[in-house]
């Protein structure tokens, strides 16, 4: 593990809404349709919080999409630390598979760490990662991406072919907007990118999902 710093200090955070009003937002970790099946530690608020920097490349991002027709839908920015812990926690808890068949149909709880779907210091708790997917304007609904945010499963991995042509190249459409605006992606979650030249490379947040913690700051 490397040797990092944890802080509860928000100063450099901002509301995605308030850079993107645009955005659709359905923060998935604060509701109890996930993975684990209840809601998060730590988000206390239905609402994305991520730095300054990833929030302005993410308003190029949304302006590049909305010129073809769509708008950016997020399901998760920064994550607290708190809550990486209970996810950890979840993990050695071997008796509750409650969640399974909707997230992890084929896969044991440990080899979602082993294959790296959840990991032990996570990318989001730094503040510049975030999980979305696009929307269709002219319909309204989610694009299709060829498997459903948080499907810890190979049909999630951002270059698998064993999709339809459409829904690779919906997921191209998305990758290719994010990379060229900044961001990188994993190989492992279509809907997952992280800011290249994130600005806390080294620093984990703890403070929670919160505009009156925000504020208060």
């Known amino acids: 593990m490397k040797n990092t710093d944890i802080t509860l200090d928000c100063s450099g955070f901002v509301i995605l809404a308030d ?7 359905e923060i998935r970790y604060h509701s109890g349709f996930n993975f684990i099946g209840e809601r998060i530690d730590g988000y206390e608020d239905p609402i994305a919080l991520i730095t300054k920097e990833a929030a302005r490349a993410l308003k190029s991002v949304s302006s590049e999409l909305m010129v073809q027709g769509y708008r950016l ?42 294959k790296g779907y ?6 989001h708790s730094r503040g510049s990662a975030v999980d979305l997917t696009l929307l269709d304007m002219k ?16 049909v999630s991995h951002p270059d698998y072919r064993g999709i339809t042509d459409e829904q690779y190249e919906n997921r ?3 990758q ?3 990379v060229r ?12 990118f992280s800011l290249k030249d994130e600005p806390y490379p080294d620093t984990y947040f703890a403070f929670p999902v919160s505009a009156e913690y925000l504020k208060r700051q």
């Open 172 to 174: 191209m459409i998305l």
């Open 19 to 25: 850079y993107v009003p645009q955005i659709i937002q």
């Open 181 to 192: 605006n900044g961001f990188q992606p994993i190989d492992c979650e279509w809907w997952h």
């Open 139 to 154: 319909s309204g609904r989610e694009v299709d991406m060829g498997s459903p945010f948080d499907l810890f499963s190979e």
């Open 118 to 123: 959840i990991a032990k210091q996570s990318s």
């Open 73 to 114: 839908k997020v399901f998760d920015a920064y994550r607290p630390a708190t809550a990486v812990k209970q996810f950890c926690l979840w993990g050695i808890e071997e008796h509750d598979l409650r969640m399974k068949q909707f997230f992890y149909p084929d896969l044991d709880k440990e080899d979602l760490f082993i």
């Open 176 to 178: 290719n907007a994010m």
